[in-house]
């Protein structure tokens, strides 16, 4: 069924024709009225089954903002009381642009992830473009504590997306760490480091009207007082969390460029707010490493996670040969049968599950590279397929399995309060 064949109905006929797709799906018909099915053969979706609510405008909360906090100090106990509510989260999955959409975080969440990032969302097409809207933001009920990240240059237009996502979420983030050509030319991302009264009154204008609170994802200046300064002029401005990721803006490749601690831990003793440090989180070990080296609140990854999206429940990637024993008996076949599930369930297009299954499964792919060109050869995937080939490489076996590094789960036991290993 198309967006288009939905269309004529009217609300109550359309919720029923929606539930009948999804019998858990929960919503007013007024809300029903501005979901669209994920079937629109233009997008290659991968399945016809409807998934959330692209958030409208009519179904923002009416209640009055809450009055604006009389002092800096009442401020930053707003915050703390934020975080707290939301169980302080500490394992958090990163923003991944077509990576860290619904079924992945998803899956994070299940392997002990704390919160989730969306992919960043471009403010002015999103707010704009109904479509871009259904198509680039899903969510569910589960899926909380949730970060919705824009890209921005222009306060009010950044305020019209913000307010459709907000009923939504539990933090409306700023993007201003892309370093990349496409944010240089559309003027946003770390390239608003260059223009700080420009982020300054994206920050106010986003905080002084919007009912959750709002974080900023930065990245670090060469020198550390201009890093300093901009935090703090962030957390003036109103921002109530900050994530930062400890590299410049010129340092874009991770694999060549350390993230740099001490500036994240100069920034978390200069703020008052809740720190996120991101950066060089590899596995477990790293968390523990990277919270006692910067004092942060908690760490955010990005690019680990895709190769081995269980890193919050403790299980590692590598090195198992040295130690036969210590095959955990999960291996990335595991987790991308798992993914794939989850995208029946809440689908998205095909273009992040090619993304997702190359990552996962890189390893597996190394040792039996006729089957990734086969998997690269397919002009249409289906579920059934994907099931079958991943089922074929765990028959094929000589992937890497996953071990699970018991001291460090029991150090995560102290620093991700247990959720790590309850959850896995
Ligand atoms: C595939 C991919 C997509 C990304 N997309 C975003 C994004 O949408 N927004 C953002 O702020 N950062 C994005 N990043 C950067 C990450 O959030 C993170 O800051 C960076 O990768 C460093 O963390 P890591 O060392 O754990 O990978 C992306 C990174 C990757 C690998």
């Not at 269980?310 to 955990?328: C, N």
Request: aromatic letters at 8%; hydrophobic letters at 40%.
């Amino acid at each position: 069924m198309s967006p288009r064949r939905l269309a004529p109905f009217l609300p109550n006929t359309r919720l029923l024709l929606l539930r009948s797709l999804n019998p858990s799906l929960d919503m007013s018909p007024a809300a029903a009225a501005h979901l669209t099915t994920v079937t629109d053969p233009d997008e290659e979706i991968c399945s016809s089954t409807v998934v959330a609510a692209a958030a409208p405008e009519e179904i923002a909360p009416s209640v009055p903002l809450p009055p604006p906090p009389a002092s800096a100090e009442e401020r930053v106990e707003r915050a703390w009381a934020h975080w707290r509510r939301l169980g302080a989260p500490r394992l958090v999955v990163a923003p991944m642009v077509d990576n860290s959409e619904l079924p992945f975080r998803m899956l994070c969440r299940r392997y002990g992830a704390d919160a989730a990032y969306t992919p960043m969302l471009h403010s002015r097409i999103f707010s704009e473009n109904e479509k871009n809207r259904n198509m680039e933001f899903t969510t569910c009920k589960e899926d909380r504590p949730l970060f919705v990240q824009f890209c921005a240059n222009d306060p009010d237009i950044l305020l019209q997306a913000a307010k459709i996502v907000e009923p939504h979420c539990d933090y409306v983030d700023i993007n201003f760490g892309c370093p990349q050509r496409i944010a240089r030319r559309g003027y946003y991302g770390a390239f608003l480091m260059d223009n700080l009264p420009l982020v300054k009154s994206l920050v106010q204008n986003l905080s002084a009207n919007l009912h959750v609170p709002v974080s900023c994802k930065i990245r670090i200046f060469p020198r550390l007082e201009d890093t300093l300064a901009y935090a703090r002029m962030l957390e003036e401005a109103g921002a109530s969390l900050v994530a930062v990721h400890g590299r410049t803006r010129d340092e874009k490749d991770g694999k060549k460029f350390r993230a740099d601690w001490d500036a994240i831990k100069a920034v978390k003793d200069a703020l008052r707010i809740p720190v996120l440090a991101n950066g060089n989180i590899r596995h477990m070990e790293d968390v523990k490493n990277c919270l006692e080296h910067t004092g942060a609140d908690g760490i955010l990854s990005a690019e680990p996670l895709l190769e081995n999206p269980a890193l919050f429940a403790g299980f590692r990637t590598k090195e198992w040969k040295e130690d036969e024993d210590k095959d955990s008996g999960l291996d990335q076949t595991d987790l991308a049968i798992e993914y794939l599930k989850l995208c029946e369930q809440y689908p998205v297009p095909w273009r992040m599950i090619r993304s997702h299954v190359h990552k996962m499964l890189g390893d597996w792919f190394k040792v039996h590279p006729q089957v990734r060109e086969e998997f690269n050869a397919q002009p249409i995937l289906t579920f059934e397929w994907l099931h079958d080939m991943v089922k074929k490489l765990k028959e094929l076996g000589g992937g890497i399995p996953l071990y699970r590094d018991i001291p460090i789960q029991s150090h995560s036991d102290t620093i991700g309060g247990g959720l790590a290993a309850s959850k896995a």
